[in-house]
């Protein structure tokens, strides 16, 4: 039926009804926003999965295969770009904990103004529209290859929409993080299922590789760097990645919602840390793919199906349902990501615009302005999604638009974190400098005007690309990364620096900033309740101040002894994956 067995369809059914009432029964507990959007309430192993779940949606596999498959395995950085930020995840966790916010926006009105949180929500919801209409959408290509094209990508993405919904608005994050569970379970075992039977056909990896060197003629094909993806490119989609984790509106969850910050350090760092080896496993089905279907002769017109027609072609020979299983847990990564960010995004309205106009409200009332709100950001995601089907837009493209969304605010964020300097003024010149540089950068007048330069034509800063069949000249994707963050710093200090606050508002604004400093100084105990978003409990004493140059007005924190341990458990975990890689996979 729809191009797949009865047995398949019983398991997506089966595991769909199941993932929704246990959503549902997670969410009885819900009484008001801080249920709904910050319970902080689990332990390691939940957080474990819940920044996994959060983190790892069916898009990004289609994503690695897709870039694999036509430009080797470099292609696997289009997810591995947060490998080498993941060890400073050990450190970012406690600190977004000890913010004691309900939402990103919070932190960016206690160190700037209201209005530099309203700016915060706006790029926020920005960033849900094109991350949900990207998962969504990526998720039908996988599900449509799947079923050989015989089911409806749009009417697919409907219902994943409906469902998620049904127990997301009902069970807030406390029900994202239970259903995170289940889901992120699956979601290993199916990246590395469609190996077994892929390798064994095709005689082993090392077969894989020579195929694959034979039929490219390139051992660029599988080097983690070739022409198309060179160091500078994965350095500079890294430093991206890094810069703009924090300003991620639902990291705030996966870091926070644990009862002490370690529960948030555990789990962001060794929750990411699985998808690392999950993207090694997509990687290596792409070049499987390619040794297999180069062999045939086979032509693949749509790169971003090659994951879903692997799975069509070997798991319902394993054994019946195993398909209709695959395509579950391919839906559970993008529920499982849809309803934290579904969580976050109705906070950021609810509590950081609602709120500030009609304040003294019941809690309930807020409750139901979140869940309406969710709603409607959930809406133009789906929006989003039939937008990039109408256009024929691959998914590799809206990850690429993705990327520089996320990392908008994300100079902002760091000055206001290191240094106290940093003004309301100085955030938004940070901002709209790097969203002027990337709207400028991706028109023809601005490549053109660069491809005049020509040190830009030395140093590689401009290609040409078609675009409906004519040459147009293009910014390359990491040299645009360099001027928007580079634009980005120079504007916020530049603006910072000539808008010191005047004698009168000094007083006023060293106290927001002692508060602002005092959070990140004081650990958080477990049971502990804040006053209220960015409060210190009652009865609290602020952690010394311990920091490098300590004459100066930087704030640059000298790292404990906990922090330092899991700062090097990660970096021999990242150590260790690329050893791993270098030595098995790459050649």
């Not at 490219?216 to 160091?231: G, Q």
């Not at 009168?504 to 105990?525: C, G, H, I, M, N």
């Amino acid at each position: 039926m729809l191009g797949i067995g009865y047995a398949d369809w019983a398991a997506i059914a089966i595991y769909l009804v199941i993932v929704t009432v246990v959503g549902l029964w997670a969410g009885r507990q819900v009484q008001g926003m801080r249920d709904f959007v910050m319970p902080r309430t689990f332990g390691k192993l939940f957080m474990m999965m819940h920044s996994f779940g959060t983190a790892t949606h069916s898009d990004q596999a289609v994503t690695v295969a897709s870039k694999c498959y036509t430009t080797g395995l470099s292609g696997i950085w289009y997810q591995l770009q947060w490998l080498f930020a993941t060890p400073f995840f050990w450190l970012i966790a406690p600190m977004m904990r000890r913010f004691r916010a309900i939402t990103m926006a919070n932190v960016f009105e206690l160190r700037y103004n209201r209005s530099v949180a309203y700016l915060f929500v706006v790029v926020g919801l920005l960033k849900f529209t094109v991350n949900l209409g990207l998962m969504l959408w990526g998720t039908s290509a996988v599900i449509d290859a799947c079923s050989g094209g015989q089911l409806p990508a749009r009417q697919l993405v409907l219902i994943m929409t409906v469902l998620f919904v049904s127990y997301g608005l009902v069970g807030g994050l406390r029900a994202a993080i239970v259903t995170d569970f289940i889901q992120g379970i699956l979601v290993i075992v199916f990246s590395f299922i469609l190996l077994v039977p892929l390798l064994n056909t095709l005689g082993g990896w090392s077969n894989v590789q020579e195929t694959v060197l034979t039929l490219k003629d390139s051992p660029d094909f599988l080097s983690l760097a070739n022409p198309n993806i060179t160091i500078f490119y994965i350095v500079m989609i890294s430093l991206n990645a890094f810069l703009g984790v924090v300003v991620q509106p639902q990291n705030l969850g996966v870091c926070a919602a644990g009862k002490t910050e370690i529960e948030g350090a555990v789990g962001f760092m060794f929750g990411t840390m699985l998808k690392r080896f999950c993207t090694v496993a997509w990687a290596m089905t792409a070049m499987a793919a390619v040794a297999l279907y180069g062999t045939r002769g086979t032509v693949i017109e749509n790169p971003d199906e090659i994951y879903g027609m692997i799975a069509r072609e070997f798991l319902p020979a394993l054994m019946p349902g195993l398909l209709g299983i695959f395509m579950a847990s391919l839906l559970a990564t993008v529920m499982g990501s849809c309803d934290s960010f579904m969580v976050s995004a109705s906070g950021l309205v609810a509590e950081n615009l609602y709120r500030p106009l009609f304040p003294d409200k019941s809690p309930r009332h807020y409750l139901r302005v979140a869940r309406i709100s969710g709603l409607l950001v959930v809406a133009s995601g789906l929006a989003f999604a039939y937008w990039l089907g109408d256009k024929n837009r691959g998914v590799v493209g809206g990850l690429e638009v993705l990327w520089k969304i996320g990392a908008m605010m994300s100079v902002a964020f760091w000055l206001g974190v290191f240094w106290r300097g940093a003004t309301s003024a100085g955030a938004w010149a940070a901002t709209l400098t790097a969203f002027l540089i990337w709207l400028v950068s991706s028109q023809p007048i601005g490549a053109n005007w660069l491809a005049g330069i020509p040190l830009a034509h030395d140093w590689g800063m401009v290609t040409e690309k078609m675009v409906d069949g004519s040459t147009v000249m293009a910014v390359v994707l990491p040299w645009q990364m360099v001027f928007y963050l580079a634009g980005s710093l120079l504007a916020g200090i530049l603006v910072s620096l000539l808008t010191q606050p005047s004698t009168d508002r000094k007083p006023r604004q060293e106290a927001r900033l002692e508060q602002f400093y005092s959070l990140l100084r004081t650990p958080v105990q477990e049971g502990e309740e804040p006053l209220g978003p960015c409060q210190l409990p009652e009865g609290a004493t602020p952690g010394p101040r311990k920091v490098f140059l300590a004459q100066t007005r930087l704030e640059i924190p000298i790292p404990g002894r906990r922090a330092i341990l899991g700062f090097s458990a990660g970096w021999a975990c990242v150590i260790a994956l690329l050893a791993g890689i270098y030595l098995f996979i790459a050649r």
